[in-house]
Nanobody
Framework: QVQLVESGGGLVQAGGSLRLSCAAS????????MGWYRQAPGKQRELVAV???????NYADSVKGRFTISRDNAKNTVDLQMGSLKPEDTAVYYC?????????WGQGTQVTVSS
């Protein structure tokens, strides 16, 4: 089992910045993928950014150039620095841990961007 604890999020004006953090604990594999997904009201959950232990990063096209994902493998943490936020970034953001065929999720943190 893997437990994920998220922090950060909140309310920000368009153009502003926020930072999300997530800490994983439990049975952590040495090679894994951690990252962030989001779900807006009435929409499906979508990938925002993920990062592998080896350093490879994947971003959604909608956030490229604005968001930066980073991780500390020793601490099993992953952060998402969000900049130039837009109202369409408003969603519940979920931390994700992926290993093999298993996915674990955090409880979600609300990000609201006002126009």
């Amino acid at each position: 089992q893997v437990q994920l604890v998220e922090s950060g999020g909140g309310l920000v004006q368009a153009g502003g910045s926020l930072r999300l953090s997530c800490a994983a604990s439990g049975s952590i594999a040495s090679i894994n993928r951690m990252g962030w997904y989001r779900q807006a009201p009435g929409k499906q959950r979508e990938l925002v950014a993920v990062m592998f232990t080896g350093g490879k990063r994947n971003y959604a096209d909608s956030v490229k150039g604005r968001f930066t994902i980073s991780r500390d493998n020793a601490k099993n943490t992953v952060d998402l620095q969000m900049g130039s936020l837009k109202p369409e970034d408003t969603a519940v953001y979920y931390c994700n841990y992926h290993y093999g065929t298993r996915d674990y999720w955090g409880q979600g943190t609300q990000v609201t961007v006002s126009s």
